[in-house]
Structures are given as C-alpha cells and as structure tokens.
C-alpha cells in the first residue's frame, strides 16, 4: 500500500522516521535488529537468538533506536511507525 501511495511517500516515511538511524555509525546494525525483533514478533529472546548475542543487547540497541527516533517500540502507534518505516526503507534498497 505504500509503494502505491507513491515512492516519494514511501521515501519521505523512511527518512523522516528512520534516518537518525542510518545516519548512525551503527546504523546497519540497529536496522537489522528492528527488523529481526518484528520478525520474531516482537519477542527480545528470539531476535538474541537469531542476531546470535544475549537480549540484553537487543534490548539496548531497541534503546538506542528510541534514543534516535524519538519512537520507542514499546509503544503501539510508535511500533506502527517504525514498522511503515522500515518496510519502506526495505522495499525502496
């Protein structure tokens, strides 16, 4: 539904929620771990497993993405956001 919202759209959502975190040095890595915590539905214990590093630092690196976004994913409508967000940035690469 973004994409057909239109790529400058789904370009702008990417950039205005996410780009703190690319801009990061780690963002790479933070991106990749909001997008495995998703796919393991939301579980901090089965992203560690599948990232291979202990929950804490999933947890820490959700953290920083907070710090970075101003959007925690403890949040439902902020988890939404970050969701939309990421999708567009992946479906955009």
């Known amino acids: 539904m973004l994409l057909a919202a239109g790529v400058a759209a789904a370009e702008e959502l990417g950039s205005q929620v996410l780009g703190p975190v690319r801009a990061h040095a780690d963002g790479g890595l933070l991106l990749e771990t909001l997008e495995t915590w998703f796919a393991a539905n939301g579980s901090t214990a089965e992203a560690a497993a ?3 590093c202990h929950r804490n630092t999933v947890g ?3 953290g920083r993405i907070a710090e970075l976004t101003g959007r925690s994913v403890s949040v439902p409508a902020d988890s939404a956001e970050l969701y939309a967000a990421l999708r ?3 479906l955009l690469a």
Do not use: I, M, V
């Open 50 to 52: 599948r990232l291979h």
């Open 60 to 62: 820490y690196r959700l």
């Open 88 to 90: 567009a940035t992946r």
